[in-house]
């Protein structure tokens, strides 16, 4: 060990109470330092992974027919696709549906709103994984999950059981809406009580994903919104919403069928005063009512097929076409109009308000989308309805509040996609942890100056004791800069010590706290893991803070290390105390 | 030729509003292997020359010169490489490192100018305790040891790296007579095995007759040139 650093060690042990106390001081700083952090660490991860990320995913992509609350993707192939071809596969977890929705459950005389969770696992490992780790059993079976002995197999939670007053292998009724707006009611049977890792799912009955859908009123190729897990969600996540959210361009809606033996093809208008404006400046009408036909229902037919067709306004016809899904679909129409077939649209075009078209569109997505003939440099072209709304991205959640509530007030069928992150989504809960971390830096800050505090006096007083000593080792030939070494190893040394203790001292504290249960249900409990505070060590954190605190033992250890230094070795040998 | 030269050299202090002329031209030769005293009254300025002869205290004016080389001309580290290579020191306190035991505190010098092997270190440090009479008390932390082993450990510390020039400043002053006498002897012997040159103060007339020269030193100057006592 070299010189410098024995005399530090020695002299350190010397003064051994002055400096137990500063080392304690240190200690109990870092200790605080290490434990908020972990438990700022440990409860966005509670948060994020177990609340948000179970509940939204780390990154969603949902589609909502027009007005409504719940979601439902017409194509879940195709939007599948998109996220499967953005994403690479080692970046991906898990995609899955998320399929949840309020309802009430009736027990035994106890009634109770819930959360209806569906749970989708593909594989069987990924079934144990999820039991294993979500949930603590307390009686019953997680096999009987997917079995067909019951209609409907839930898991419920303890506390579920005690407020519908139900046991195991009781019968639960649920009413929940279906997405096509009726009201299902089934008959759950409960097949096994279960504590979920976070108190915060508590109110949620778990379900098959399958059979949950089937509930739910989704068509097998249909689905709910779709969750991705993702490998490196922060460093990934947000990327691949931009990505995906180009992809999901909207097509133009278009729909090619026969009417009658004659091809036909069906065009859409926006529903909006300027789109009106532009139809009516460049269509011709020859019969019928231009304002009925402009209307939220209203429908014109080419001059040319209605000719071939020998139809008038007011007439009905029947379009036919085959959907994406091989089977033949029949809507009927009213003509309010008659237009002049022109190079704009065509000879076989019904022209449409995109309000009488895009609820039957979706639910019978047809199977040509792409061979419209109409082109982008038509005067038109700019007011076709697409096959959806694309809504924008959000940075946060105001944002996304916003955008919804914006959304909310134009009343309208279309169908509106949106790609989100759960860092935008639970950006209120990320600013929690910037708030926790906030408020921890300014705790530290208070520490740090009373460590400063204490290390300059220390230092202070050392030299002043030590001043002969000083003159000794300078007057026998230790040079300056070695003098100002002794003092600074000293406080580094000191304070490495220190910091390991702290972080020792801050693991037993955590270990302690970690161990007991909180019975609580309020907010609060959804910081909690198993009813207990969870902290989650975060090295990176520790050794910045670490580095932190050796710099400022550093910098204020150094000007009385160099005062010591530039003592003149006569001056510090005279030095009498 | 001298291995000490001092030449002209003044040292004044300012004290609030008056200055105090500690010395007041001090010439001084002093020949190499030399056991050289300076002797005088308290405040007559013995300290102040040592201190000056031992570059760690600058004479306001004159100059002098360590084995050739002009002292007053160097800057703070080359003075500092010259006191640890040439000059060793023993002081009337003893000033031994508290925290290392005997052992640590002769080798102190010898690890500050790491130029030595470790076995070079342990040959030298060992022979030097066993010249002082310490070998039983090597790991002996400084607090253990009387007034007299202190000062042992001081000489050995002052002589393990084999410098031209040891200065010591009233070395048996704390010191009851009988240590006085057996320290002086070492120093004199040392003087004499080694070919050291021993530069030492005192008030104290008793000590002089281990002295080889004298010089007389009182109210900052030399009263009379230096004489061969023996
Ligand atoms: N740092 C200083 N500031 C002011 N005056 C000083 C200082 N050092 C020494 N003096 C003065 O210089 C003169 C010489 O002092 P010095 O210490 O050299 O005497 P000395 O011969 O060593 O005395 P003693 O035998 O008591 O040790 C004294 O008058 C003293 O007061
Ligand atoms: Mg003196």
Known sequence: MGLILRLSIRNLLRQKKRNMFLGIGIAFGMMILVIANSFSTG?????????????FGHLVVSGTPGNSFYAVIRDKERIEGVIREVIPPEDIVLITENLGVM?????????????????????????????????????????????????YPVIISQEMGRSLNVGLHDVIRLRVPMVTGQIQAVRLTVIAIANANNSFMNIVLFLDGGRVKELLGYRPWESAALQVTLRDPKRTAAHYADLIHQQLHPELLYVAGEIGGQTAQILAFQNNLEAKETVQDTIVITTGDLETALASNGVMMSENLAQRLKLQPGDQFTFTYETKFR??????????????????????????????????YNRYLP?????????????????LATEWKLLERNANAQEMMKQMRDERRIRTTQTKFQVMTMYEGASQILQLEEALN????????????????????????????????IGTVRAIGMQKR?????????????????????????????????????????????????????????PAAMLSNFILIMCMAGVTAYFPARRAARLSAVEALRHYE | MSVISVKRVERDYPLGKTTVHALRGVDLEIPEGSFFSIIGPSGSGKTTLLNIIGCIDNPTA?????????????????????RLHKLGFIFQNFNLIPVLNVWENVEFPLLLMKTHRKKEIKARVEKLIAAVGLEQHAHHKPAELSGGQRQRVAIARALVTNPKIILA??????????????????????????????????????????????????DGKLVHAEEEVI
């Not at chain 1, 409860?43 to 509940?55: C, F």
């Not at chain 1, 702290?502 to 009813?531: A, C, H, P, Q, Y």
């Not at chain 2, 012997?189 to 007389?216: G, M, R, W």
Request: charged residues 25%.
């Open chain 1, 43 to 55: 409860m966005v991860d509670v948060l994020i992974q177990d609340v948000v990320s179970n509940a």
């Open chain 1, 103 to 151: 309802g009430t459950a009736i027990g035994n005389g106890e009634s109770d709103n819930v959360f209806v969770v569906g749970v989708t696992t593909d594989t069987e490992e990924e079934k144990e994984a999820f039991f294993t780790d979500f949930f603590t059993l307390v009686e019953g079976d997680f096999a009987d999950f997917t079995s067909y002995d019951y209609e």
């Open chain 1, 327 to 360: 089977e033949m679909y029949s809507e009927q129409f009213t003509i309010n109009a008659i237009f002049q077939s022109d190079s704009h649209l065509g000879d076989e075009v019904v022209f449409v308000n995109e309000e009488r078209i895009h609820t039957v």
């Open chain 1, 367 to 383: 199977l040509d989308t792409k061979s419209a003939s109409i082109t982008a440099d038509s005067v038109l072209y700019s007011i």
């Open chain 1, 438 to 469: 906030l408020i921890t830096i300014l705790a530290v800050l208070v520490l740090f100056f009373i460590i400063l505090i204490g290390v300059m006096n220390t230092l202070r007083m050392t030299v002043r004791e030590r001043t002969r000593e």
């Open chain 1, 482 to 538: 070695d003098v100002r070494r002794m003092f600074m190893y000293e406080t580094l040394v000191l304070t490495t010590l220190s910091c390991m203790a702290g972080v020792l001292i801050g693991i037993i504290v955590m270990r302690v706290l970690g161990t007991i249960e909180f019975d609580t249900n309020s907010v609060l409990s959804i910081i909690l893991k198993n009813k207990r505070l969870f902290f989650k060590l975060n």
């Open chain 2, 62 to 82: 004159g100059t002098v010169s360590i084995d050739g080389e002009e002292t007053t001309k160097l800057n703070d580290k080359q003075i500092t490489d010259l």
């Open chain 2, 169 to 218: 400043d009233e070395p048996t002053a704390n010191l009851d007579s009988e240590t006085s006498h057996s320290i002086l002897k070492l120093m004199r012997d040392l003087n004499e095995t080694e070919k050291t040159t021993f530069v030492f103060s005192t008030h104290d007339p008793d000590v002089l007759k281990y002295a080889k020269s004298i010089v007389q030193i009182k």
